[in-house]
């Protein structure tokens, strides 16, 4: 149980709220990249949250394996994001948001193992 003692309640509605989000193509890609930056993205900061509270609570990980690939995926999810919105073409755009996606899977399996 790598995350037993710390407050992690919300990875899994930060994980099902990327997944639902990045599932819809045209709502970030016609409705949010309106904005001026991608820091301005509600997607991109529950993003940076959840990556900061990944990075807070594998600080005493022992298993640097664990630790290093779990770190790796949640930062590829706000990076992502903000790598698709500096794009131009709307394909580069959905293939970073793409990609968010597929690192929203690759953290969901780990962070049920790690919080048993």
């Given at each position: 149980?790598f ?10 509605q930060?994980?099902q ?9 045209n ?27 990944i990075?807070?609570?594998t ?17 590829s999810?706000p990076?992502?994001i ?7 073409s709307?394909?580069?755009k959905?293939?970073f ?7 929203t ?11 048993k």
């Open positions: 149980m995350f037993g003692h710390l407050p992690v309640k919300e990875f899994p930060h994980i709220l990327f997944t639902s989000i990045l599932s819809s193509d709502e970030l890609t016609l409705g949010e990249y309106s904005v001026a930056k991608f820091e301005d993205l509600a997607v991109w900061k529950r993003a940076y949250r959840l990556c900061a509270d990075y807070k609570a600080i005493h990980v022992k298993d640097v394996g664990f630790q290093d690939q779990i770190t790796r995926a949640g930062l999810i990076s992502n903000a790598e698709g919105y500096e794009r131009d709307p394909k580069e959905a293939n948001l793409k990609f968010a996606k597929g690192s899977g690759e953290i969901r399996p780990q962070i049920y193992i790690g919080w």
